[in-house]
């Protein structure tokens, strides 16, 4: 009888501590793409414009219930314009997805692979990742906020950092008000 209280006792105690000593899987969540979006908006001196361009894939990972980890790819050849209409909407698509900008027949897709994720607030992340943009990989860092199945990221990327200098006034004198300004914001709304 002891015996068996002695057996029962510690396979309570390894029992427990084998529950207490496990860790959380990780959960990997899909990104629904179809539901999902990616808004870009670039300044020049005379204004602005913007657009859309689609997400490939995409999926975010979390441990325990909080963001850990991400990867998405991006469509580069859905890069549309929405503030123009007709020919010079057209023209615009047509010069951002030619070698001038973004390349797209040589770089059809671009990619985010998440390095590092540490909570900043309830729900929201500051989330550092390596940013693919033809065939360029460099750091960026942006904010993620989570509210259940939704996230939303800001971001402001430097384009000339990634070989897109074209009408850039860090590169080249004398643009006047064909100036393109460096930075461009891009708003991602993902569902999952």
Do not use: Q
Request: hydrophobic content about 35%; proline content about 1%; charged content about 25%.
């Amino acid at each position: 009888m002891k015996k068996n209280l002695f057996a029962l006792t510690l396979a309570i105690i390894f029992g427990f501590s084998a529950t207490a000593t496990e860790t959380v899987e990780k959960e990997k969540k899909e990104v629904k793409t179809d539901e999902s979006s990616v808004a870009w908006k670039a300044y020049k001196v005379t204004g602005s414009h913007n657009g859309t361009v689609a997400l490939e894939s995409g999926s975010l990972i979390f441990d325990d219930g909080k963001l850990t980890g991400g990867e998405f790819k991006v469509d580069m050849t859905s890069m549309i314009c929405t503030d123009l209409e007709g020919e010079y909407k057209g023209k615009l698509e047509g010069h951002l997805k030619s070698d001038d900008f973004f390349g797209v027949a040589t770089h059809p897709s671009s990619s985010l692979v998440f390095t590092k994720v540490e909570a900043s607030g309830k729900n929201s992340y500051e989330v550092t990742g390596d940013l693919t943009i033809k065939g360029i990989t460099k750091p960026v860092t942006f904010d993620v906020s989570i509210y259940g199945s939704k996230a939303t990221a800001t971001m402001k990327i430097d384009r000339t950092a990634y070989d897109v200098k074209y009408g850039s006034g860090s590169f080249f004198d004398n643009l006047g008000d064909k100036t393109i300004y460096d930075e461009f914001d891009l708003v991602v709304d993902l569902v999952f």
